[in-house]
């Protein structure tokens, strides 16, 4: 398994989760390493990236409340959402692309509760 997910789960809002992603030694070491979300009857749409220089990209709307990192002795990439908001629910997802394919992990739910 080259991306396994971990750390989500139901949490109020103006809560903090972190989300963990392991990654196989070969792709954490050579590609940008992404999260991305989808939420129910929406597109999959992308949160935060880090390259393998620790240059990071944030969508507009969790910029100033998530923090993506890398740890590069354990091959992990996390992902530290603060003041979450309900609209935050969904299922999110780790990532790279190869070749100009997309690779996901199994995806790990978060809810955000009113």
């Known amino acids: 398994v080259q991306l396994q997910a971990s750390g989500g789960g139901l949490v109020q809002a103006g809560g903090s989760l972190r989300l963990s992603c392991a990654v196989s030694?070969?792709?954490?070491?050579?590609?940008?390493m992404g999260w991305f979300r989808q939420a129910p009857g929406k597109q999959r749409e992308l949160v935060a990236t880090i390259t393998t220089g620790g240059s990071t990209n944030y969508a507009d709307s969790v910029k100033g409340r998530f923090t993506i990192s890398r740890d590069n002795a354990k091959n992990m990439v996390y992902l530290q959402m603060n003041s979450l908001k309900p609209e935050d629910t969904a299922v999110y997802y780790c990532n790279y692309r190869e070749n100009w394919r997309d690779y996901w992990g199994q995806g790990t739910q978060v809810t955000v509760s009113s």
């Open positions: 030694e070969r792709i954490f070491k050579t590609h940008v």
